[in-house]
């Protein structure tokens, strides 16, 4: 029996993340999903939290500090002086404002479409979904895909494979795979303390992550998959995204881009490095391959380049490892599933999939030993994002990771930053190959379909 799906888009702000999020979904074989709208408005400062006094307190004290060293007149100004200062440091570097063009980019008028607004805080997009987990108003949809804006559906069938992977399973939580983190527990828990600042309100921030700890631990199984974590392994990190690049054409063209490491023999690096004199772009050579697949897909060639899991790669610890050396795939329509043993793992960007006794049973922890708590802490947006990769221990239920999501944040080869509008469109060409052409605008992006 088919399950009946949900997605829950996270909006506030950079219009063109929403636009790439919403065409992915728009170009989905599968369409019979209801989507949630969840606006996380305002950017933080007006919320009235009784915890917020303290934090407040210490943002004054850094900024005032700062300041006196610049000028030392201002030691001796009087307290409304003081004051101001507060108000303009009282904010969690996280936070930012909401962009008010999402209201209209996002005014899709259909049934199946459903609005909601949250007061952003410091629990961040956390919060949005720990707020949408006690609206309820999950409770009708078997299957719950959570996602952040700028989280791109890798493929038309990402949808129906999930529903296909999860028609024989109970207790789902699958986490997005594209930035996939183990952290040691001991760096989650004295995050700044790891980085040697001296700075009162860094310490401060690590106070309230160890008061997030205490109240989730509230729950005693909570607790328990707490004590599993390895306390002092390595950070490590690998980005499970489909492996374009191991194709001949598409290695050609990143090879065009000047801050990637060259491949091929002596002389095909040569041809290469002048090729790279040349006044083009890989983006604009994206462009063009999407443009013919997309004619050629018209004329009822099949465009899309199959899946070689045993030659695809994924990107981690500073080089590429063929993707079955690190984990064991399973390949559903497309889209790769891989299970994780280990506490410690978590899908960076908060990018999740829930059946609805898994969200269930959450709430109902959460509401019996009143975790919903949590939320009401300054900076309670850092150990949430990490709280998300010990839920499947707490709850005692597999815990899946999969390559259906691709929140794009910055090229693991270069650094560089993707999640703009050029970047955007860059991956949609590649996952909706011969489905869309997709061309960067300012803040956004425009297509064709």
Not at 144 to 171: H, M, N, W, Y
Not at 233 to 257: C, G, M, N, Y
Not at 317 to 332: A, C, N, W, Y
């Amino acid at each position: 029996m088919t399950k009946r799906v949900a997605v829950a888009l996270c909006l506030h702000h950079k219009p063109w993340l929403a636009m790439g999020s919403l065409l992915t979904l728009l170009a989905q074989t599968r369409r019979d999903f209801d989507l949630f709208l969840l606006y996380n408005k305002g950017d933080g400062t007006d919320v009235n939290h009784a915890s917020y006094a303290e934090y407040n307190s210490f943002c004054a004290m850094e900024t005032s500090r700062e300041l006196i060293r610049k000028s030392p007149e201002l030691e001796s100004q009087s307290y409304q002086d003081y004051e101001a200062l507060a108000i303009r440091a009282g904010i969690n570097p996280k936070l930012s404002p909401y962009d008010s063009r999402l209201d209209q980019l996002t005014a899709l008028n259909r049934t199946n479409v459903h609005r909601m607004e949250f007061e952003n805080d410091q629990a961040l997009d956390s919060g949005v979904w720990l707020k949408f987990l006690r609206s309820g108003s999950w409770r009708d949809y078997d299957l719950v895909a959570c996602i952040q804006e700028g989280t791109l559906l890798t493929s038309p069938s990402a949808l129906a494979s999930l529903q296909d992977f999860t028609k024989t399973r109970e207790s789902v939580f699958i986490a997005g795979a594209h930035m996939k983190t183990f952290i040691p527990k001991s760096l989650a828990r004295t995050y700044n303390r790891a980085q040697d600042s001296n700075s009162p309100l860094l310490r401060y921030h690590d106070e309230m992550i160890a008061k997030s700890i205490d109240i989730l631990s509230r729950d005693e199984d909570f607790a328990a998959a707490f004590e599993l974590w390895n306390n002092d392994a390595e950070t490590r990190r690998q980005f499970h995204v489909r492996d374009f690049d191991s194709l001949p054409l598409w290695k050609w063209i990143a090879d065009l881009d000047s801050a990637r490491p060259l491949t091929g023999t002596t002389n095909v690096r040569r041809f290469k490095k002048l090729l790279r004199l040349l006044p083009w772009t890989r983006t604009g050579m994206e462009e063009c391959v999407a443009e013919l697949a997309f004619l050629a897909a018209r004329l009822g060639l099949s465009v899309r380049p199959k899946r070689d899991i045993a030659r695809e790669q994924v990107f981690g610890l500073k080089q590429r490892h063929f993707v079955g050396d690190i984990v064991t795939p399973l390949e559903v329509m497309g889209t790769l599933y891989h299970r994780e043993r280990e506490p410690g793992w978590l899908g960076a960007g908060c990018n999740h999939v829930f059946s609805r006794d898994v969200l269930q049973n959450l709430l109902d922890r959460f509401e019996r030993n009143n975790l919903f708590d949590v939320l009401e802490l300054p900076f309670a947006g850092t150990f949430l994002e990490v709280m998300w990769g010990l839920v499947p221990y707490w709850l005692n239920i597999p815990h899946w990771f999969f390559d259906g999501f691709h929140r794009v944040t910055k090229d693991p080869w270069t650094s560089r930053r993707e999640d703009t509008p050029q970047g955007l469109a860059l991956h949609l060409n590649r996952y909706f190959l011969g489905e869309m052409v997709v061309r960067a605008k300012e803040n956004t992006q425009i297509g064709r379909a």
